[in-house]
């Protein structure tokens, strides 16, 4: 088995040296924007910034462009819950819902925009479209007639620049990364009222290989800010449909929430407003959002409850979503953590291979000394006669 034991160790020796290999990081100094639309998704390649939206529903799926060891991470909106605050605390948990809008395909049909790309002075290269659909109300488990039948709107514009660009709100002014940033932008247009006082818009934030680590960051209500550390692999919906956690929101215009490795090296982030643009119809407001999440075991539900009205036309909210180049340092563990499996069954094949040609050449050293025996029997029969 020497030779066998050899050709492991040669793989293994062969997979140290790839983890200890550099991996080029850094993008391009030549910017180049990519945009490649297909039946399931629209891709877009942003220099070292690679992203990946569903036409399903909305669904965005990023990552590393040039580190090839990469995991991918999610940022998604599968639905809206209309609930009643019953504790008043201003923030959504599941035993409080009284209806739901889904966005996946089996409840809503949507349709995609043109892709629109080009070039300003102040955005560089940009691309940009939309995605909307009619949505309508369902119970909350889905099943059955809709409760409310084109209750809204609902339309997502995605967009990606090449250069820094400053958007500003009645709450402040934020700024939105070119090349490694994607600003998302939904706007509700309700067309049917509900009962209901709130909703809470819905985000799923999933992680790939050891990056499933969520920080969050928070207020400490006196003068600093604070890191709450959550583990996606944590299933707190266990702990029952009352359960949530309010999260202590800043004063910043935008809230944060990154994805981390275990030694909380950051390499994404998720990025959403503090609060979101309202219109009766006549004047505009902005309300301050409520913001709750917990793990579910594979990756964290972030909700913001919004306090509506009868009269409520429109709701304007804003997402941005990025990848950390600093914390992509070239080494293969978020890799093999997601591709496991492949990667086991890679040297399953190589070891039985390696023992099966053990096995073959023994078979034949056999033979050979069997016919060498034989042949020289046989010589000593001719010799005597």
């Known amino acids: 088995m020497t030779n066998v034991y050899r050709l492991v160790c040669m793989i293994a020796v062969i997979a140290m040296v790839s983890s200890s290999l550099p991996v080029n990081v850094s993008g391009a100094d030549d910017?180049?924007?990519?945009?490649?639309?297909?039946?399931?998704?629209?891709?877009?390649?942003?220099?070292?910034?690679?992203?990946?939206?569903?036409?399903?529903?909305?669904?965005?799926?990023?990552?590393?462009?040039?580190?090839?060891?990469?995991?991918?991470?999610?940022?998604?909106?599968?639905?809206?819950?209309?609930?009643?605050d019953s504790d008043d605390n201003g923030v959504f948990c599941r035993s409080e819902a009284v209806g739901t809008v889904f966005f996946d395909s089996n409840h809503a049909t949507w349709h995609l925009s043109s892709i629109i790309e080009g070039h300003t002075p102040d955005m560089g290269e940009y691309a940009m479209f939309s995605m909307s659909a009619e949505t309508s109300v369902y119970n909350i488990s889905g099943e059955g007639p809709a409760i409310i039948e084109d209750?809204?709107?609902?339309?997502?514009?995605?967009?990606?620049?090449?250069?820094?660009v400053t958007y500003t709100t009645p709450t402040g002014s934020y700024i939105v990364s070119?090349?490694?940033?994607?600003?998302?932008?939904?706007?509700?247009?309700?067309?049917?009222?509900?009962?209901?006082?709130?909703?809470?818009?819905?985000?799923?934030?999933?992680?790939?290989?050891?990056?499933?680590?969520?920080?969050v960051t928070e207020d400490d209500f006196q003068s600093d800010e604070v890191l709450t550390l959550l583990s996606g692999w944590d299933d707190e919906t266990l702990l029952g449909a009352d359960y949530t956690r309010p999260l202590r929101q800043t004063d910043d215009v935008v809230q944060r929430i990154m994805y981390t490795k275990e030694d909380n090296a950051s390499q994404a982030?998720?990025?959403?407003?503090?609060?979101?643009?309202?219109?009766?119809?006549?004047?505009?407001?902005?309300?301050?959002?409520?913001?709750s999440c917990y793990t579910t075991g594979a990756g964290l539900m972030l909700h913001s409850a919004l306090l509506i009205s009868n009269d409520t036309y429109s709701i304007e909210d804003e997402t941005i979503i990025g990848i950390d180049e600093s914390g992509f340092v070239g080494g293969v563990s978020d890799w093999i953590m997601e591709y496991l499996l492949a990667f086991v069954g890679l040297i399953a094949i190589a070891t039985v291979s390696a023992l099966a040609f053990y096995l073959i050449r023994k078979k034949q050293r056999i033979k050979s000394k069997t016919e060498s025996a034989d042949n020289l029997e046989t010589d000593e029969i001719m010799d005597r006669v």
């Open 31 to 84: 910017y180049t924007l990519v945009v490649s639309p297909d039946k399931i998704k629209v891709s877009i390649i942003s220099g070292i910034f690679s992203v990946a939206v569903t036409n399903d529903w909305p669904r965005i799926i990023f990552w590393h462009t040039n580190d090839p060891f990469s995991p991918t991470f999610e940022a998604s909106f599968p639905r809206i819950h209309m609930f009643n």
């Open 269 to 291: 982030h998720f990025l959403w407003g503090t609060a979101a643009r309202m219109s009766n119809g006549s004047s505009s407001y902005d309300h301050i959002l409520g913001s």
């Open 151 to 164: 209750w809204a709107n609902v339309t997502f514009w995605f967009c990606l620049t090449e250069k820094p």
């Open 178 to 215: 070119g090349k490694t940033e994607m600003r998302v932008n939904m706007t509700i247009r309700i067309t049917n009222s509900t009962s209901a006082d709130y909703i809470a818009l819905e985000r799923f934030l999933q992680g790939g290989g050891t990056t499933n680590s969520f920080v």
